[in-house]
Structures are given as structure tokens and as C-alpha cells.
């Protein structure tokens, strides 16, 4: 099976950075991803991992380690419209096969104050 | 800019009945998703779509569900016998690629209430 942990909040100031970790346990893998999900409304995709290392994509970035079953989400020079759920999911092994699903994490509620 | 749309945006119904969720993918996507999040809770894959053929799907699709490419706009996802416990949000997702690092792009979703 698959677990997915991820800290239920997180509280930054605007213009500070913040890291949100994620750690996980699957079952295989094949890829981590990072979404922001505002209240009431539909994810939005930032980032896919697959290899170990770090990518950045403007003031977000994301990092992976399969060996520790580990990544991290930075979001720099934060802003208020940054407060937000960020979701951590995983593709691994589907229980009944051999097909990759994703697995999502519960979320990080981020509040960012002025 | 393009976007994923999907009607209705509420649907209310009895339990047992069967429902029909619709979406639109952007229109030069090949790879078709469905979603649900039930409130408060998690988001969960539940299917994707390929050349008119499930890829993958998640131990949530059983039989009660089914998804169809009815023409070249549509992607539906098909509940046959609704229970209290579909009761969620569910979202349609389309990517344009089956790179895992090509973005997927949501719909707004369809807020499902069985009563």
C-alpha cells in the first residue's frame, strides 16, 4: 500500500520562504507530484519529480530522494495568494496490479501573513 | 487560455439512481482523468483515459463506475447505482501528453450530493 505524510499546517510571513515536506512509503514508484489546491476550488499541477535532485520553477521549486522516501516543496518570496493546500502525491503500484496510480497526501493548509 | 470545463457544476440525487458527470477536456489532449475529493478529505484518483481505453485505475473504480469518450468533445464518468458515500467532489482532468511531467489540467469539478 501506500502512505503519505505531509504536516497538516504551516503559518509564513509574506516575503519569507517556506518548506513544505513530504514523506512516503510505496510500493514501487514512478514519479511524486506537488499541487496547490485553493479552498473550494480544483487543484493546479506545479511540479513532477522523478528523479533525485532539485527543480525549480520560478518561486516554486521541488525536491526528491528516493533513497529516504522524501521530498520537499519551496515556495520563496511568498505572497499572500500563496495560502493555499498543497498536495503531495506519489505514483506507485496499484494494490490488485502492476499499473502506477497516484496516492495523495491530506494536504498542508498554508497561511501566509502579512 | 484554454480550460477543462465540466457540467453539471452541482448535481443532487436520490440514492440508486445512476448519474452522469460530463467534461470537456482542452481541446488537443489525448490523456483524460477523473478525480474525487470527498469533503474535508483527500483527493483520489480514480481512472485515466487513453485512445478510447482505461490506462489505469484505483481500487475505488469498481463496477458501478464506468467512463466513455461518447464523441470527439465529451468525457463522461458514469455512477450506476449512487450510494451516500459518492457524495464528493469530482473532478476531470486533461493532459495533452502521457509525459508525467506534462501538466494535467483540472476542471472546476462537479460537487455530487446523494440523498
Known amino acids: 500500500g501506500q502512505n503519505i505524510d505531509q504536516p497538516t499546517e504551516m503559518t509564513a510571513t509574506e516575503g519569507a520562504i517556506v518548506q513544505i515536506n513530504c514523506t512516503y512509503q510505496?510500493?514501487?514508484?514512478?514519479?511524486l507530484f506537488w499541487y496547490q489546491q485553493h479552498a473550494g476550488e480544483a487543484p493546479t499541477f506545479l511540479s513532477y519529480?522523478?528523479?533525485?535532485g532539485l527543480e525549480e520553477k520560478g518561486r516554486f521549486s521541488s525536491f526528491l530522494s528516493r533513497s529516504k522516501g522524501y521530498s520537499y516543496l519551496l515556495l520563496k518570496e511568498l505572497q499572500m495568494k500563496d495560502s493555499a493546500s498543497y498536495l503531495c502525491?506519489?505514483?506507485?503500484?496499484?494494490?490488485?496490479?502492476?499499473?502506477?496510480?497516484?496516492?495523495f497526501g491530506r494536504g498542508t493548509s498554508l497561511i501566509v501573513h502579512p | 487560455e484554454p480550460e477543462v470545463t465540466q457540467t453539471p457544476s452541482h448535481q443532487v440525487t436520490q440514492m440508486g439512481q445512476e448519474v452522469i458527470l460530463r467534461c470537456v477536456p482542452i481541446?488537443?489532449?489525448?490523456?483524460f482523468y477523473w478525480y474525487r475529493q470527498i469533503l474535508g478529505q483527500k483527493v483520489e484518483f480514480l481512472v485515466s483515459?487513453?485512445?478510447?481505453?482505461?490506462?489505469?485505475k484505483s481500487e475505488i473504480f469498481d463496477d458501478q463506475f464506468s467512463v466513455e469518450r461518447p464523441d470527439g468533445s465529451n468525457f463522461t464518468l458514469k455512477i450506476r447505482s449512487t450510494k451516500l458515500e459518492d457524495s464528493a467532489m469530482y473532478f476531470c482532468?486533461?493532459?495533452?501528453?502521457?509525459?508525467?511531467?506534462?501538466?494535467?489540467?483540472f476542471g472546476p469539478g462537479t460537487r455530487l450530493t446523494v440523498l
Open positions: 482532468a486533461s493532459s495533452r501528453s502521457s509525459g508525467l511531467a506534462d501538466t494535467q489540467y
Open positions: 510505496t510500493s514501487g514508484f514512478n514519479g
Open positions: 519529480n522523478v528523479l533525485d
Open positions: 502525491a506519489v505514483r506507485g503500484h496499484h494494490a490488485s496490479g502492476g499499473s502506477y496510480i497516484p496516492t
Open positions: 481541446s488537443n489532449h489525448l490523456y
Open positions: 483515459f487513453y485512445n478510447n481505453e482505461i490506462s489505469e
